[in-house]
């Protein structure tokens, strides 16, 4: 989690030389039982949703607390730095290059919300390992094509754009919404087989065909998975600087803010080309369900990272699971690092996590050396 310094805002209130007691600040207002929260939807992020459902908690009771929606972050912003909202709910991917304007007008990211839904979806009336030989899926994302030609590499995996190289219609539409309509159109004329989007995007279009979760760990051992797009489904909590973090704790959640942390941490330490290659999975996990889990699938490795130096097993002790993978453009290589460490350690392991990564990725994008002048030039392992 990134914080930023903004400009001092006072917390008292002082005569001045008229003698008049000047309005109070914008942070007396948060001392009174109210909270005003805006938020902001994206095509694959229903931020208000989440916030609506949240103030229907018992936890809330005996709070005026509401939310409003705003127009695009940089309204939302401003309108927090003025002092008409008390907080801002956005997803994280709004605020992603914003630092400076964030900390110009006296805010900060504050925490995060559990993600909730951060897989995407296969629309098509097959599943995944029923498909066609070489049938057309179409995703906007190089990261799931990549990773469904991994699990089938006899697909035709498609961006958007490519779409009209293959089919006659209409030009690709640029607003997401309208674009996951038109995909569906071709779906029903039979011109494409599949086309992946958000589950949000999914209910929010209208779509009628089936629909598949390509999930991140698949109930039967060795089969597809997919991890998420970085920060998929993440909601980032705003508030001004000062503002009393009892109250922001109640809209912030601890799995959350060590998913927003752990994910800033990583895509900020990676090369801009992996930006949209990159898929990332950071939750919270509790022990008893890794030691099913580690049952289940006879996994010693699994069973013996739950337990602590002593040997002993704290069964209260929440640890935190870290995946990230890169995938050839392929996809029939994969580079991985898995982390499962106690919470009270999670950022130490990240920076680990990161340095073991580098040296991964060095070695594996490198060209391979000949064992002999006589071999053949070989191609890096991953590229």
Known sequence: MTSSQGSHISTGAHADHTGTTPAPPLEVDAMENRLVVGTLDTS??????????????????????????????????NDLSKGKLDLLAVPVTETLGSSDLISNLGCVIIGARTPRRPSMVLVSPDRLMYQPKSAIIVSDSELVRRQLLRARPDLNTISPEEVQGLVEGPKTPEDEQDQSKWMGELLSEGKIDGFVISRTEYETSGQSERRHTLLPFPKDRGAPHFLPKPFSDLVAILCRVGFPSSKAQMVTESEGNTALWVQSRIMGDLADSFGDTIGIQVRHRQVGGLLRQAEDNRDLVLEQACHDPDGEIPEDEVRVEIKIEAISENGSRTL????????????????????????????????????????????????
Do not use: N, Y
């Open 44 to 77: 694959d992020c229903l931020v208000r949703e989440q916030i609506d459902s949240l103030f229907e908690s018992t936890q809330f009771e005996g709070i005026d607390a509401s939310a409003t929606d705003v127009g695009d972050f940089k309204t939302g912003l």
């Open 336 to 383: 991985a690092l898995d982390r499962l460490v106690p919470r009270r350690d999670f950022q130490h392991a990240t920076i680990s996590l990161l340095m073991d990564w580098g040296r991964l990725v060095k070695e594996t994008t490198r060209a391979v050396p000949r064992d002999h002048p006589t071999d053949e030039e070989a191609p890096p392992f991953l590229q």
